[in-house]
Structures are given as C-alpha cells and as structure tokens.
C-alpha cells in the first residue's frame, strides 16, 4: 500500500516566517508533486520533481521553492509566507513510466499565514 | 485560466438518486481523464479513470460517460449513498508525458439521507 506522510496537519505561521512544509513516500516513486488546494480552483500545481536534485515549476511558483535531496522526500519551501498563502498543501508521488499516470495523494497540510 | 473547467460546484443528492457531475477540456492532446474523490482531512484518491477510446467506463455505481467530439466527460453516480459525500475533482493528463494531471475546480457532493 503506498503511503505519502506530509509532516504537518495544520500549522499557523507569521507573514514573513519561512515555512517548510515536508512531504515522504514510502514506494521509491520517482514523481513527486506540490500542490495547493483552494475553493473552487481545484488542484494546482506548484512545483515537481521526477528525479533527485531535479525540479520543474508548475503552474504557480511565485513565492515557493522546493528541494528534493533524497528519492523519498520533497521539501516545499515559503520563503517568506504571506497572508494570500494560506491554504491546503497536498503532497503526491507517482511512479515512472508506461500506464502509471495514477498519483498517490498525502493527507494535506492546512497552512494558516496570520 | 483553467484548462479543465467542472461543474457543478456544488450538489446535493437524495440518498438512492443518481449524482452528475461534468467536466470539459480544451486540450485536445489529452488522452486519459481520472476522477478522484476525497473524503474531509483526506487526501484525493483515484476512483475512475476512462481513455478516449471508449465512449463509456463503468466501476460499481460509478460510470464515466466521454464525448470526444465535444471535448466534455461526465462522473455519474448511481443510487448514492451518504457515504459518497465527498469533493470529486476530474483531471486530465497526456498520457505518460510525466504523468501531469490537470486538474477541475472540484465538486462537493452531499448525499442526504
């Protein structure tokens, strides 16, 4: 069964605080995605990784940066949060290669930004 | 701008009616189209997905309905259950090209008992 853990459920930061929200999975996938979450514009992608140390934008990357040192683990990095930050972060994985389009979802963590 | 634009928002169902909830794409290179649903304090999960070579997908009570001339699929839900209570979103993707999924604003789905 795979298992995507994200370090936080909920957590409350100050404007200008540099927030690191981590993401790990436990099936040696290669694709790993950052995600927000808000009311009505679904899922949109922040930034991707398919490799280690290798790192792709998404479509809104303005004000997060992302660091995947290790296969299993993906860093979001807010590196000063803002109030227009708050959200919910979704962590993924997926693994590479034919018919594997299917991504494997953590339990998200709720960002509050005062 | 959304690529994939869904709606309803939001619906609410009798329990035992039937949930509908569409989605349409302007992407004409998308070639596989998941639904996912998620549960509160979950994270989505694939429920259905459906390629363009069929025009139908069916699993249980869930059906995906595809019109490719259209660019539109639709979830359908049969005799729904309070348990389906859920926020379904549908994606699309190009199929393996790095498995990118775009994904719909999301539909809140209440099933009344």
């Known amino acids: 069964d795979v298992k995507v853990t994200q370090s936080s459920r909920y957590l409350v930061k100050r404007t200008g605080e540099k927030v690191f929200l981590e993401c790990v999975q436990d099936m040696d996938h290669e694709n790993m995605f950052w995600y927000r979450q808000d009311p009505g514009l679904g899922l949109r992608l922040i930034y991707f990784?398919?490799?280690?140390?290798m790192k792709e934008k998404g479509d809104i990357p303005e004000g997060y940066s992302v660091s995947r040192e290790k296969k299993e683990r993906f860093s979001l990095i807010l590196e000063s949060a803002s109030t227009n930050q708050t959200s919910m972060y979704l962590c993924?994985?997926?693994?590479w290669g034919f018919g594997t389009d299917t991504q494997y979802f953590g339990p998200g963590t709720r960002l509050t930004v005062l | 701008q959304q690529q994939v634009k869904q709606s309803p928002q939001s619906l609410i169902v009798q329990k035992g009616g039937i949930s509908i909830i569409n989605c349409a794409y302007e992407?004409?290179?998308?070639?596989?189209f998941p639904w996912y649903q998620q549960f509160p304090g979950k994270g989505p999960a694939l429920l259905i997905a459906i390629r363009p070579d069929v025009s139908e997908k069916k699993e249980g009570r869930f059906t995906i309905s595809f019109n490719k001339s259209a660019k539109q699929f639709s979830l359908h839900i049969m005799d729904s259950q309070p348990g389906d209570s859920a926020t379904y979103f549908c994606a699309a993707t190009v199929h393996n090209a790095g498995n990118m999924l775009t994904f719909g604003g999301g539909t809140r789905l209440m099933v009344k008992p």
């Open positions: 990784s398919y490799d280690v140390k």
């Open positions: 992407n004409t290179a998308f070639d596989y």
């Open positions: 993924a994985s997926s693994p």
